[in-house]
């Protein structure tokens, strides 16, 4: 398995930006899709981007298509998640997954996860 670590996370004001990191380690990651999911309170951990292998392919939730942007670097390990035009519906707990072969945007199909980053966006 890959290990995850995220940053980035904060408190910004809505119409802000933040930019998401994923450090992984214990493996190169270039034969595994990537994935950002979120967890808002009392709800249930939901999709927001993914990005295949080689970056060629990428997918986002409705919820945020065209303000945020999921990318990754392979020659770093890293994966990134730059979120724009932020709304307080967006505030959540933002986690990093990770899973070897074809994209997937089921939370069940990543055998990796890092451990989160809070993201508060205020109106």
């Known amino acids: 398995?890959?290990?995850?670590?995220?940053?980035?996370?904060?408190?910004?004001?809505?119409?802000?930006?933040?930019?998401?990191?994923?450090?992984?380690?214990?493996?190169?990651?270039n034969s595994y899709a990537m994935g950002w999911f979120r967890q808002a309170p009392g709800k249930e951990r939901e999709f927001v981007a993914t990005i295949s292998g080689s970056g060629g392919s990428l997918y986002y939730a409705d919820s945020v298509k065209g303000r945020f942007t999921i990318s990754r670097d392979n020659a770093k390990n890293m994966v990134y998640l730059q979120m724009n035009s932020l709304k307080p519906e967006d505030t959540a707990v933002y986690y990093c997954a990770g899973k070897y072969g074809d994209w997937s945007i089921v939370p069940a199909a990543f055998g990796s996860w890092g451990q989160g980053t809070q993201v508060i966006v205020s109106s």
């Open 1 to 29: 398995q890959v290990q995850l670590v995220e940053s980035g996370g904060g408190s910004v004001q809505a119409g802000g930006s933040l930019r998401l990191s994923c450090a992984a380690s214990g493996r190169t990651i």
